[in-house]
């Protein structure tokens, strides 16, 4: 079990930028890969971007490349998912979760989540 805590949500202007932060409470992180997922009303979860455990390698979903870039600190057991050029679409309960089989693009493959930070882009 690795409690996770997501902050830095809120309120952005479109083109504008937010940083999350998926923090590991009490446990480190250095063993787990990361990823993000954000779940918008209405919609399925779907994935973001996600991050290797040793912070090596890290892949994205295709609406977010070259915008979103994540990025983690194992000795401060926290990972980031830097957000720029915010879109009307990004908004949604971004999820950090984490799991100790690598790099994976499903949310069932994630066994462990935070409870989630609302990202809402006004046009």
């Known amino acids: 079990q690795i409690p996770l805590v997501e902050s830095g949500g809120g309120l952005v202007q479109a083109g504008g930028s937010v940083r999350l932060s998926c923090a590991a409470s009490g446990r480190t992180f250095k063993p787990y890969a990361v990823g993000w997922f954000r779940q918008a009303p209405g919609k399925e979860r779907e994935f973001v971007a996600a991050i290797s455990e040793y912070r090596t390698s890290t892949y994205y979903a295709d609406s977010v490349k070259g915008r979103f870039t994540i990025s983690g600190d194992n000795d401060k057991n926290m990972v980031y998912l830097q957000m720029d050029g915010m879109r009307p679409e990004d908004s949604a309960v971004y999820y950090c979760?984490?799991?100790?089989?690598?790099?994976?693009?499903?949310?069932?493959?994630?066994?462990?989540w935070g409870q989630g930070t609302q990202v809402t882009v006004s046009s």
């Open positions: 979760a984490a799991n100790l089989e690598g790099i994976r693009t499903e949310d069932y493959e994630y066994p462990y």
